[in-house]
């Protein structure tokens, strides 16, 4: 928009005010035609000041021809530069809907993974009880031992899933969200 501004106006540079002013020493010659066939000469020195003061109006022919070809130019770049801002804000849309569904569904697999650690827990509460009273073998603790252990570790895996998925979602739109205390 300001190329366009600008582009608008250039015919102004055509057009202006010049002054000059010259001190030094000068040589004067004139002629004097009017006294018959020998015309007399006259020559001087002097030091003086010479000044001069005068406006302009240039017309180059590219300028004017051109100038409306530049002027749609420049509108045609700023429609374009409009639709591109266009597709990159939905382009930036799209992004948030892909990022804001990915965060909701780490979410959801946390809460599930959480809900199966939960449930791991206990049961191997309940199966360490059953081994020191002799009512569970050992292959089979170390069984239980095992899943609970990986259940552990998918958990914690998520959850950093969900907090980078979460993360890259406030970077993305440029604001801070509350995280509740239970996702923390």
């Known amino acids: 928009r300001y190329k366009l501004k600008s ?4 015919w ?3 057009v202006g005010i010049q ?3 010259r001190y030094g020493t000068f040589d004067n010659f004139s002629t004097n035609t009017a006294e018959g066939q020998n015309p007399a000469l006259l020559a001087s020195r002097s030091n003086q000041l010479n000044y001069g003061v005068g406006a302009y ?3 180059p022919f590219y300028d004017i021809i051109n100038r409306k070809n530049q002027i ?3 509108k045609a770049v700023i429609e374009q530069a409009q639709k591109f801002s266009q597709v990159q804000r939905n382009d930036l849309r799209q992004s948030v809907i892909k990022l804001y569904n990915d965060l909701i569904v ?10 199966y650690a939960e449930t791991s827990k206990i049961t191997m509460q309940i199966v360490e009880k059953d081994y020191t009273n002799g009512a569970v073998s050992i292959t089979e603790y170390a069984r239980i031992s095992e899943i609970s252990a990986r259940t552990e570790a998918d958990l914690e895996s998520s959850k950093m899933d969900f907090h980078t998925a979460f993360m890259i979602l406030e970077e993305v739109v440029g604001i801070k969200f509350k995280l509740s205390n239970d996702l923390e």
């Not at 582009?7 to 250039?10: A, S």
């Open 7 to 10: 582009d608008q106006k250039q």
């Open 12 to 14: 102004v540079r055509n």
């Open 72 to 74: 749609h130019q420049d």
């Open 57 to 59: 109006i240039k017309m």
């Open 19 to 21: 002054a000059d002013g």
């Open 106 to 115: 780490k979410h959801r697999v946390l809460k599930i993974k959480w809900k």
